[in-house]
């Protein structure tokens, strides 16, 4: 079996939530580049549709649509999978990308923060994923499952707080549901797995990755010395969506840089 085929999207249809900007730019433009069909909804309508006519601009094999959805409440939910029955009948891979965050110190962290957080963040990813469970069931095979990748963070891997802590449990309880979606829906030929990123370039992490300088310095506190690039999201959505990927599920795949694995120093340094 070639690269090419491990590795190939042709003929996929997939959709990405959240797909305008960040993580779920970067996917669906390397979706489209690899010969998939992407649908890409977020609350910002033109903001989906300029990304589309960007990616379609490539000259790839694949090509994109934009349209607005909202997976923060029931009714945007129910909206969103009218919508994707409207456009396909078949779903391939489905990435649940969407999501907010709140930051404040402790000691001011509002209580309203929780359920603004958890209801996109966990609650949306949930319900869609639910809803669109027997359009993913109609493409899926044996030899070719439907594939699902959720987006956590390496904040709902390590006890990282930093101000945000609806967030960092919301993406720790994303990794936990990824575990048990991938158990239960592996009989209806349905992979389902999670990126857990460290600091990557998107509008939510702007504060910290907007200029030069501060990513640089962002970076320098990565265990591997940098923030996160195009590539390495793409390398991860070829391989979890491609054939290659076929055999995997349940799978957390720390996109971190390492931050991930960091420990406390050595203890006994001092008596070496």
């Not at 996929?12 to 909804?41: C, D, F, H, S």
């Not at 601009?57 to 994707?84: K, Y």
């Not at 992490?205 to 300088?213: H, K, M, N, R, V």
């Amino acid at each position: 079996m070639t690269p090419e085929t491990l590795f190939s999207l042709q003929g996929k249809t997939a959709l990405v939530t959240g797909g305008a900007t960040g993580i779920g730019r970067m996917a669906a433009e390397t979706m489209v580049r690899a010969g998939a069909r992407v649908l890409i909804a977020s609350r910002k309508v033109e903001a989906c549709e300029a990304v589309a006519s960007e990616l379609n601009a490539l000259g790839a094999s694949g090509h994109a649509e934009g349209f607005g959805g909202d997976v923060a409440t029931q009714e945007g939910i129910d909206a969103l999978v009218t919508e994707i029955n409207k456009r396909t009948e078949t779903l391939d891979i489905l990435m649940n990308n969407a999501g907010v965050t709140w930051g404040a110190p402790m000691g001011q962290f509002p209580y309203d923060a929780w359920d603004k957080v958890m209801s996109v963040n966990v609650a949306g990813l949930f319900e869609l994923t639910q809803k669109l469970l027997p359009t993913l069931m109609k493409s899926g095979s044996a030899d070719d499952p439907a594939r699902i990748v959720n987006v956590g963070s390496v904040m709902g891997e390590v006890p990282m707080g930093d101000g945000a802590y609806s967030y960092a449990a919301s993406k720790a309880a994303v990794l936990h549901l990824t575990k048990i979606m991938a158990k239960e829906f592996a009989p209806q030929h349905i992979t389902v797995n999670a990126l857990a990123p460290g600091p990557f370039v998107s509008k939510m992490t702007a504060f910290a990755t907007a200029d030069e300088e501060t990513r640089e310095r962002v970076g320098s506190t990565v265990p591997l010395g940098r923030v996160g690039r195009d590539e390495d999201i793409a390398g991860c959505m070829l391989f979890l969506c491609g054939r290659g990927g076929s055999y995997v599920t349940g799978a957390v795949i720390p996109v971190s840089g390492g931050i991930n694995v960091e420990t406390a120093g050595n203890i006994f340094a001092e008596a070496m």
